[in-house]
Structures are given as C-alpha cells and as structure tokens.
C-alpha cells in the first residue's frame, strides 16, 4: 500500500489556516505571485500500517517490538545523499543560505529507518528538527497507543516539487561561472528540494508550509 508518484496539479496548492507562508518579497511569494503558472507536479508517498499483534502502552517507546507488531523490517535502507548533493550545488553557486539540507525521510523513521531514494527528498535541517520532528516524528509512537490487532494508522506527505521557473529564479541570484550555472546536475541536485511540505499520521496533519526551503537559500 505504498504508493510512490507524481501527480498533475493544474492549480496552486491551497494554504491550510495556520501553515507557515513564505515571507513577504520571498522568491517563492513572488513566484506565485508573478502571473506563472502554477507549480505543476506534486509528490506523494503514503501507507497504511496494519497492526499484527495488540500494543500495549510499553511497546510505545520501544521501537524494536514496535516494528515486529507492525510487521516492520528491523531497518530501513539507507536514504541516499540527496540532502549532501543539494548542499554541494548551492555552495557551487553561491546561493546557500544560513540551514544545510539535509536527506530527509518521508516515511517516517520510526516505521524502519530513513527509507530510500524512492521516499526520501532534501529539506532544511532546522525544518527536520523542529516542525517535522514535533508534528510527525514525535506524534507517531502515540497514534498506536492502544491499538489492537488488525487496527490500522495511515501515514501520508505531499510535497510539491520545483519547476524550472522557479529555479532559474534561484540561479539569477548566482554569481558563479556561466560553466557552473549551466552544470545540470546542479539542476538536478537543487530541484530535488521541495518549496512546500505538508503531511498526515493519523489523526494528526502538518499543515502545508515552506520551512521545508526557508533558509536555505540566500
């Protein structure tokens, strides 16, 4: 039941009532702004967890049973170097901000491990360790509490990719080389940052916000 795949969005995501905005004059606010059309690809990735064996208020904090009782591998594949590539490209242009991606799990890390490149995109540090942490990370554990056998919890990210209008927004602002500027793989590393993220455990949701991108970029 996962499910891994970019999806046409012919209009611009809609802002839930208390999600961060980009600040006023930001590159993305005046992207959307500009009379572009709108972003045009989303990315998602969920699962449902289907409980194998009762939880008990114990195993909460144990995440070795935790994984057995969810039918869980005991690890999870390594994520790859996006969040490593994305730093390398906008040191090389010259556009890197004040926070490090970092190679982020969209699947939870609780559920196995950081995942693969398949689930698994860049996003700033300080994003990862405040916002993603305390509203998905950390709330996981308790959407299981006292689940039974067969009980399910359904995990779900959306995250909206960067098109060509909006990076080459962010390359007007390098003063590199035009050899460098024109390097695709600094292309490829940047775009793989998401502009904006939003997520579902349970009963618990992240409402969509740029932190993902704040800060890292000049």
């Known amino acids: 039941m996962k499910t891994h795949a970019k999806q046409p969005n012919n209009s611009t995501p809609e802002k839930a009532p208390g999600s961060n905005q980009a600040p006023t ?29 009762d939880i008990n208020d114990n195993d909460l904090h144990d995440w070795g049973t935790m994984r057995q009782k ?14 490593s590539n994305a730093k390398t490209s906008l040191t090389a242009l010259g556009i890197a901000g004040t926070d490090s991606p ?3 799990h969209m699947i939870p890390r609780r559920a196995g491990g950081m995942g693969n490149s398949t689930n698994a995109r860049p996003w700033a540090d300080k994003f990862e360790t405040t916002t993603w942490k305390n509203s998905i990370d950390d709330v996981f554990d308790g959407e299981f509490k006292n689940k039974k056998k067969n009980d399910t919890v359904t995990y779900a990210i959306n995250t909206t990719d960067m098109d060509d209008t909006y990076y080459n927004s962010l390359l007007a602002k390098s003063t590199a080389a035009t050899a460098v500027k024109n390097d695709a793989a600094h292309k490829s590393n940047i775009k ?4 904006d993220v939003s997520a579902t455990v349970g009963s618990k949701s992240l409402a969509t916000t740029t932190d993902c991108i704040k800060d890292l970029i000049k």
Request: no cysteine; aromatic share 6%.
């Open 25 to 53: 004059g930001s590159i993305l606010q005046a992207y959307k702004t500009s009379g572009n059309q709108p972003i045009a690809q989303l990315r998602a990735y969920s699962q449902t967890f289907t409980v194998q064996q």
């Open 102 to 104: 970092m190679t982020a």
């Open 70 to 83: 969810l039918g869980i591998p005991k690890k999870g594949s390594a994520a790859g170097a996006a969040g």
């Open 192 to 195: 793989e940052i998401p502009v």
